[in-house]
């Protein structure tokens, strides 16, 4: 079998399958837990309302598929941001408790 001139000159010049090849080393992102919810509703709306001020989350726990099973939902942040996403949660606790006596006593 005769492979013509070009061949052998190819053979010497190619690079080695592993050269050239880009390999980027990314760090998975160090998450941290938040806090624990009752249900992925009450997970999805804190993952919501973390994410509209740029807190990346994640969530744990409790099925979220067509049937979601019931049980508590463990919410992760990143670890930069833990300080930050707690503080948000503390203002967001202190406005709602501000929000009741404002209203005042439900008369029936």
Do not use: C, K, N
Not at 5 to 12: K, S
Not at 51 to 66: E, H, Y
Not at 84 to 104: K, Y
């Amino acid at each position: 079998m005769t492979l013509g001139p070009f061949h052998r000159a190819w053979e010497f010049t190619r690079a080695p399958r592993h050269a050239g090849r880009y390999h980027p080393v990314m760090a998975s992102p160090v998450m941290v837990p938040l806090t624990t919810v009752g249900s992925s509703f009450e997970a999805r709306v804190l993952v919501a309302r973390l994410g509209a001020d740029g807190i990346l989350t994640q969530s744990r726990g409790g099925g979220d598929g067509t049937y979601p099973l019931p049980g508590p939902v463990q919410v992760l942040v990143l670890v930069d941001q833990a300080d930050e996403a707690r503080e948000l949660l503390m203002a967001d606790q202190v406005e709602a408790l501000f929000d009741d006596v404002a209203s005042g006593p439900a008369d029936d």
